[in-house]
Antibody, heavy 119, light 113 residues
């Protein structure tokens, strides 16, 4: 069965960087893209963007360009989200979610990685 | 960007009663060539990631109880829980995957009255 395992919670100071990992199993990694979704404390869901695991081509939502970078290591079936120049407004849970073959639908989600930015 | 507007923000329903959540998109998410609505519903319980309930506006995912019913087309959609159970307490989100940026509704919190 599809399983997404994310790295553990992070506590960072403003200005630092963080790299969140998402390791997939139970399917062929390069058959499905990977989305990233942010959820600020007590708030709703916000799409950060997605990456094609086949080509490595990323698509970022407006507001997530520049400081947010997706990457892959297909040898270990892992997707990454790196965020640089962190601010307290980046404090959130970051989810990876597998994209279904048909459409850009996120059909399986990781458990989320809480990132806290505080001085 | 396609804006997704959900209503109500919250609702309290007695056990066994019907709950209905509405979702309106700012433009149609119906793709004419395949006649599919690119609209999904997610359930999120406290402390958990979202879980896909319904895709293509009305297709229940495997294992989802048949009391969850998705309906609608174009710009107007509804998620109905036909007989609310205690385990259905959660926040529900509609989501369009018609075109990037993919967007979510603001969420509807469902509680027991």
């Amino acid at each position: 069965q599809v399983h997404l395992v994310q790295s553990g919670s992070e506590l960072k100071k403003p200005g630092a960087s963080v790299k969140v990992s998402c390791k997939a199993s139970g399917y062929t990694f390069t058959d499905n893209g990977m989305s990233w979704v942010r959820q600020a404390p007590g708030q709703g869901l916000e799409w950060v963007g997605y990456i094609s695991t086949n080509t490595g081509n990323p698509t970022y939502a407006q507001g997530f360009t520049g400081r947010f970078v997706f990457s892959l290591d297909t040898s270990i079936n892992t997707a990454y989200l790196q965020i640089t120049s962190l601010t307290p407004e980046d404090t959130a849970i970051y989810y990876c979610a597998r994209i279904a073959v048909a459409g850009d639908l996120a059909d399986h989600w990781g458990p989320g990685t809480p990132v806290t930015v505080s001085s | 960007d396609i804006v997704m507007t959900q209503s109500p923000d919250s609702l309290a329903v007695s056990l066994g009663e019907r709950a209905a959540i509405n979702c309106k998109s700012s433009q149609s998410v119906l793709y004419s060539p395949n006649k599919k609505n690119y609209l999904a519903w997610y359930q999120q319980k406290p402390g958990q990631p979202p879980s896909l309930l319904i895709s293509w506006a009305s297709t229940r995912e495997s294992g989802v109880p048949d009391r969850f019913i998705g309906s609608g087309s174009g710009t107007d959609f509804t998620l109905t829980i036909s007989s609310l159970q205690a385990e259905d307490v959660a926040v529900y989100y509609c989501h369009q995957y018609y075109s990037p940026p993919l967007t979510f509704g603001g969420g509807t919190k469902v509680e027991i009255k």
